[in-house]
């Protein structure tokens, strides 16, 4: 394989894990939020997932974003009778959003997204050296 191939693979997996950092942030950002109407139903996690694509123009598989699925888990109930969008037992659905969770999918996708980053340094460090070796 290529250098070339190599930069463009980890790329495509720097894209990927951007893509997901950005729906995790979103999941975050919505933990604690209600339904607007009363009888609505509250922000439902949003779960990404990823698809594997052959790339012709680098004639290597590389990996997409694939679809944003919802999460089909139950949401979560408090009690607050005060709260405009309670029903008439005065329970308020919450997000099935888990900021734990979050956080250590957080944690990974950066992980993996260092890692990609480090393939592309190194990459570039022995384009660098070839050429060092080239010139001299």
Do not use: W
């Not at 950002?29 to 009363?38: H, I, Q, Y």
């Not at 999918?105 to 980053?117: C, I, K, P, T, V």
Request: aromatic share 4%; proline share 4%; glycine share 8%.
């Amino acid at each position: 394989m290529d250098l070339k191939k190599s930069m463009m693979i980890a790329a495509s997996g720097l894209r990927a894990q951007s893509g997901r950092m950005k729906i995790i942030a979103e999941n975050i950002a919505n933990a604690e939020s209600t339904a607007k109407v009363k009888g609505g139903e509250p922000y439902r996690r949003r779960i990404p997932t990823f698809r594997e694509v052959f790339d012709e123009e680098i004639g290597a598989h590389v990996v997409r974003q694939g679809r944003v699925e919802l999460d089909k888990s139950d949401f979560g109930e408090k009690f607050d009778p005060g709260n405009p969008v309670a029903d008439d037992r005065g329970i308020v659905k919450t997000p099935n959003v888990n900021p734990l969770i979050e956080m250590v999918d957080m944690r990974e996708a950066q992980r993996s997204y260092e890692a990609n980053l480090n393939v592309i340094g190194s990459t570039r460090r022995m384009l660098a050296r070839t050429l060092d070796i080239l010139r001299g």
